[in-house]
């Protein structure tokens, strides 16, 4: 793994613990944005990997995400479509007003659950893979 990938997932599983934080004292909308960041360094991550190129905005990186993950069968559905889902929270966080403009406990451990298993995939795909000769103890 380059340098570069690792310090976006470094960046990502800081992310998730300043997020289960959040949830923790109450914070959700902060928590389900920072699970969505999470999940967007991960995917900074797995696409600087792929083609050597950082994307700077959500809508670059969700989008080349999908293109690189189309015919992948790595990912399943539900991890391709995990940025587009929970950008939906970082909106609240950031622009919506009013009282349908929260979010719940729920939806964000949910956020923060499905961040875990998104960032955890990436990192394993990105893993240096392990002779079988020399493995690890």
Not at 28 to 35: D, N
Not at 56 to 73: C, I, M, W, Y
Not at 124 to 133: C, D, G, I, R
């Amino acid at each position: 793994m380059t340098p570069e990938a690792g310090r976006f997932l470094t960046k990502a599983h800081k992310h998730l613990e300043d997020a289960a934080t959040m949830l923790g004292v109450g914070l959700m909308e902060a928590a389900g944005r920072t699970a969505y960041l999470a999940g967007f360094h991960a995917a900074q991550a797995f696409i600087f990997e792929s083609i050597g190129k950082i994307f700077k905005s959500h809508n670059g990186v969700q989008t080349e995400f999908l293109r690189l993950t189309k015919a992948d069968p790595r990912f399943t559905s539900d991890q391709r479509i995990f940025l587009s889902q929970t950008y939906n929270l970082k909106t609240i966080a950031d622009y919506e007003t009013g009282p349908s403009a929260e979010v719940s406990a729920e939806r964000a451990a949910d956020a923060i659950e499905a961040g875990n298993q998104f960032v955890a995939h990436i990192a394993k795909l990105l893993a240096p893979a392990q002779s079988e000769s020399n493995p690890k103890p």
